[in-house]
């Protein structure tokens, strides 16, 4: 069983299109996160939801939006695809905000913008 | 604002070799530590999670280690093998965001 699951694996689109990618997890975990890896291999939070709660929502252009329909899945859709949205985007998930145990992420989405 | 620094970023090593990863966070005030493992083009692997009141962790042939007092954390890799080649990345956990990560240490363990 795939503790944290990400669909699609990968994704090619042109610039300008509106994508989704989505994430669930089966750990029964209260806190979902994205985060963005870029060309540099650099890991960095774009969003975290604790119980469908938007809690933590860092410096992301207002056309990447999370939604959260269960505390399982947090779904990421991106509009107007631009260039610089390329990257391998990873979901994670925590109990508790990670106070006492630790993250355990999904295997990626590789994204290429063209 | 924390930051996380891992020394080196690279490093080549003969196969059976005994090394050890850097880590370094400039705000001690953190819930835990964790060490990951990325392999190209693939997911983290989590390999262990240290609580700020603990100071090591042992998995096999890895053991982590945390100072939380001065901002450092090592992870001990004995009797390295080619399989150990990968991407070690560190993360810390406080309050108010989420994990933090540094930007890796890329590991090449040679036979």
């Known amino acids: 069983d795939t503790a944290v699951s990400q669909t699609p694996k990968y994704l090619v689109t042109q610039m300008g299109n509106d994508k989704s990618i989505k994430c669930e997890q089966n750990l029964g975990h209260d806190t979902m996160y994205w985060y963005k890896q870029d060309s540099k291999k650099f890991l960095k939070i774009m969003f975290s939801y604790n119980n469908k709660e938007l809690i933590i929502n860092e410096t992301v252009p207002n056309r990447f939006s999370p939604k959260s329909p269960d505390k399982a899945h947090l779904n990421l859709h991106i509009n107007s695809l631009e260039l610089g949205d390329s990257a391998v985007y990873f979901c994670?998930?925590?109990?508790?905000?990670?106070?006492?145990?630790?993250?355990?992420f999904g295997s990626g989405t590789r994204l290429t913008v063209v | 604002k924390q930051e996380v620094t891992q020394i080196p970023a690279a490093l080549s090593v003969p196969e059976g070799e005994n090394l050890v990863l850097n880590c370094s966070f400039t705000?001690?005030?953190?819930?835990?530590l964790q060490w990951f493992r990325q392999d190209p083009g693939k997911g983290l692997t989590s390999l262990l999670l240290i609580q700020s009141s603990q100071r090591e962790q042992t998995s096999g042939r890895l053991n982590a280690s945390l100072d939380k007092s001065s901002g450092r954390s090592t992870l001990y890799i004995a009797a390295s093998q080619p399989g150990d080649s990968a991407t070690y990345l560190c993360?810390?956990?406080?309050?108010?965001?989420?994990?933090?990560f540094g930007k890796g240490t890329t590991l090449s363990v040679s036979s």
């Open positions: 993360a810390v956990n406080q309050a108010g965001t989420a994990l933090i």
């Open positions: 705000d001690s005030a953190i819930y835990n």
């Open positions: 994670a998930s925590s109990q508790d905000q990670a106070r006492t145990g630790g993250y355990t």
